[in-house]
């Protein structure tokens, strides 16, 4: 990174979101500018309703990414293939192959938005991870249990005890990524793992975890913008989080968790889960990186981290920030005239991506 410290204006190699959620329809047309005008790539969640589990139906979906770019842009959608308990494995390993895939996302059956066809029982998969090793295909993982009987704040925890340690031993050479670390107790499993076997397991961290707490979910009232899965936790996990990121350690890298619903069915008896913060996220990691002292870091976590673990190269370009501040608008509309509620919106950013 060849800046001044002292200097308001950072400039970094482009980054890249390893962990994003577009959609479809006129959903994804609003939505991925966002993503395309800040990072270069991005790893495209596939839990849409049915969900991409074929060659073809992720060739489709990339298809329809890259009709919502922005006018020259060179933005790279990254596909994945979602994990079912009936997965045909020769044609994810073939997807894989073929520059189709780059990982396979594995939800448990009913852990979060659209994980109804996802896994029931972990020995279901175990030929899948099996050949997945074999190739070296990354296994992008919803760290949480399902079973309704664990509180939802320990789901994370109990998950590396039950589900992810068991995975580790039977498969020890296989690439996982914990998604959206949320616990220290995450942070310490993936930190000691990784020196184990580095390049091996990796994590990504959300800017929101990196912002909130629990506690925020119901500051003053309900606040169902601030709900998501896995839930923020207490402040200890908050700033152990933190600690993660901005130590620019290789296993942790930038993923947004970027995950728009329309505001009517964030706001209602039953609200779902997702943070939509495709518009500030890179702005709220600046601003976290920056409250450190660790702007010397941003660079690690969000550009040369993920890369690496992916074996992919780092990119070319830079992009700017500067420290100036400018109100975020609170929501956006869809080209349907759907609100979107923005992470971070209705105040004022620090941060600004130039
Ligand atoms: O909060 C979440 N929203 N967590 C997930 O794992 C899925 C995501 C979504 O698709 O809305
Ligand atoms: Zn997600």
Request: proline share 5%; glycine share 6%.
């Amino acid at each position: 990174m060849g800046n001044n410290m002292a200097s308001s204006t950072i400039s970094i190699q482009r980054p890249d979101d390893w962990h994003v959620h577009f959609r479809d329809g006129e959903m994804l047309t609003t939505v991925v500018p966002f993503t395309a005008t800040r990072f270069a790539r991005a790893i495209v969640m596939p839990n849409l309703d049915p969900p991409i589990t074929t060659i073809r139906s992720a060739k489709a979906y990339r298809e329809r990414i890259l009709m919502a770019l922005p006018k020259n842009s060179n933005f790279i959608p990254l596909m994945t293939c979602y994990l079912t308990d009936d997965a045909d494995i020769d044609e994810i390993i073939e997807g894989y192959r073929t520059g189709v895939f780059s990982a396979v996302k594995f939800y448990p059956a009913g852990a979060t938005t659209n994980s109804s066809y996802g896994v029931t029982e972990l020995k279901n998969v175990f030929s899948a991870f099996e050949r997945m090793q074999e190739v070296g295909m990354p296994l992008l993982v919803h760290g949480e249990v399902t079973d309704p009987e664990v509180d939802v704040f320990d789901r994370e925890v109990v998950y590396i005890e039950r589900v992810l340690k068991l995975i580790i031993d039977a498969f020890p050479e296989l690439k996982i990524v914990m998604e959206h670390i949320t616990t220290k107790d995450a942070v310490d499993f993936i930190r000691a793992r990784s020196l184990e076997a580095p390049g091996r397991i990796g994590a990504t961290i959300t800017a929101h975890h990196l912002m909130i707490n629990r506690t925020d979910i119901f500051r003053g009232g309900i606040r169902p913008h601030l709900y998501c899965l896995p839930i923020a936790k207490r402040e200890g996990h908050r700033l152990a989080l933190r600690e993660a990121a901005t130590s620019g350690q290789s296993p942790f890298f930038l993923g947004t968790d970027t995950a728009p619903h329309a505001k009517t069915i964030k706001e209602s008896s039953c609200g779902c889960a997702g943070i939509f913060s495709a518009p500030t996220a890179l702005e709220m990691y600046a601003q976290v990186f920056d409250e450190e002292n660790a702007l010397d870091k941003l660079e690690a976590f969000a550009s040369i981290n993920g890369p690496i673990f992916y074996g992919l190269d780092v990119n070319q370009s830079e992009i700017k920030l500067h420290r100036t501040a400018r109100f975020c608008p609170e929501t956006i509309e869809t080209s349907n005239g759907e609100e979107l509620h923005v992470f971070g919106g209705g105040k004022t950013l620090v941060w600004k991506v130039l």
